[in-house]
Each structure stands twice: as C-alpha cells, then as structure tokens.
T-cell receptor, first 114, second 111 residues
Framework: DTAVSQTPKYLVTQMGNDKSIKCEQN?????MYWYKQDSKKFLKIMFS???????INETVPNRFSPKSPDKAHLNLHINSLELGDSAVYFC?????????????FGPGTRLTVL | EDQVTQSPEALRLQEGESSSLNCSYT??????LFWYRQDPGKGPEFLFT?????EEKEKERLKATLTKKESFLHITAPKPEDSATYLC????????????WGLGTSLAVNP
C-alpha cells in the first residue's frame, strides 16, 4: 500500500537520450511535485501540478517536460539528456488545506547520465 | 529573499547524548515550518509541521520548537537508528505550495 511510488528506481543512460520517470500517488491528494536533489542533498523544486494544472514551473531547461494525465499521476520526460542531469529525482504529493499542506515524498529515481 | 539555513552541517553523537539541530529562516510571512528525516537512498519522511511561534511538537525522542526566527529539533537520548539527514523547510504565505528548503544536518549516532 505504497503512498507515493516512482518508476524506475534507477536509470542509467547515455548523453543525448530521452527518458521518462513515472509517479503515482494513492493518497487522494490534489497536488503533485517534481524535485531534483543534487549531490549536495539540496532539494530543488522543478514543477507542481494541482488537479492536472501546472502551478509551479521553476527555471528548468525546456528539455524537461512534466505531464499529469490525472491528479494521481505525474510523469517527467527529459529530452537530450546531459551529464548535469545526473541526480535523484523525487516526486511528492500534498492535499491543500488549512494553513499549510504537508508534502509526502516517493522513494526517488536515481538518474545517471554517462 | 526567503532563506533557510541549517546548522550544524554534520553532527556526531554518542548513543544517549542529547543535542539540538537548528533551522534559521527568513520568510515574508510564515505559512508553516516543516521537519523531515531522510535516510540514505530514500525519500524525505515527514516528521512535524509547526505553524506559529511558541508551538512545540514531539514524537518519540524528537521534539521540535519554533520561534519567529528559528526552529530547533531536540533529540533526547538518541539511538543509532536516529542516524539520518534532517531537513527543514518553510512555506511562504505568498505561495501556497512552494517550500524553501535548507541543506540539512547529517546526524550520526554511535553505539
């Protein structure tokens, strides 16, 4: 009964390839996020969707394209992969309500670009 | 500019040796302060949310407190299984979803 799941867990690929990461949540949340965590462990927000609508779109190369087919799923497609894209990518979800909404994270996808 | 600074970067304790982790923040309207624990190779795991100065929350050996400028995560009589990176994040009242994250404190508890 995993709350936020991601596939794949590991992804090793060559520069220039295109790859996708998938995320699913079964918490009934309305909002989903993509984060990038670099080698220094800093969590950088990339995108967020609320009920399939893009609400956060940080300064990210346009090679990264999120897609939310429904509010339980958020995918991340990356074109023309570069060495600097190597990182751990986390999906998270939250349910807006109250003063602040808590984000719950998936297990991460470790992307290595060779 | 909204900012979160955590200290120390790394902390090594002996089992049973209590200590505190610090999270200093500047934000234009605090919507909430969040503490997470992250184990190697895993996603951040939610611990606490604090909303206003003076608020405290506890869970097992952990206690989080909040003032207008900082939050402390007190660890009482830690055990080796408390070893992890502890992350702090704040929500800005002007942006209902985006969190500003600190770099974390890496805690190691020796048996």
């Amino acid at each position: 009964d995993t709350a936020v799941s991601q596939t794949p867990k590991y992804l090793v690929t060559q520069m220039g390839n295109d790859k996708s990461i998938k995320c699913e949540q079964n918490l009934g949340h309305d909002t989903m996020y993509w984060y990038k965590q670099d080698s220094k462990k800093f969590l950088k927000i990339m995108f967020s969707y609320n009920n399939k609508e893009l609400i956060i779109n940080e300064t990210v190369p346009n090679r990264f394209s999120p897609k939310s087919p429904d509010k339980a799923h958020l995918n991340l497609h990356i074109n023309s992969l570069e060495l600097g894209d190597s990182a751990v990518y986390f999906c998270a979800s939250s349910r807006p309500g109250g003063v602040a909404d808590t984000q719950y994270f998936g297990p991460g996808t470790r992307l290595t670009v060779l | 500019e909204d900012q979160v600074t955590q200290s120390p970067e790394a902390l090594r304790l002996q089992e049973g040796e209590s200590s505190s982790l610090n999270c200093s923040y500047t934000v234009s309207g605090l919507r909430g302060l969040f503490w997470y624990r992250q184990d190697p190779g895993k996603g951040p795991e939610f611990l606490f949310t604090l909303y206003s100065a003076g608020e405290e929350k506890e869970k097992e050996r952990l206690k989080a407190t909040l003032t207008k400028k900082e939050s402390f995560l007190h660890i009482t009589a830690p055990k080796p299984e408390d070893s992890a990176t502890y992350l702090c994040a704040v929500g800005n009242a002007g942006n209902n979803r985006k969190l500003i994250w600190g770099l974390g404190t890496s805690l190691a508890v020796n048996p």
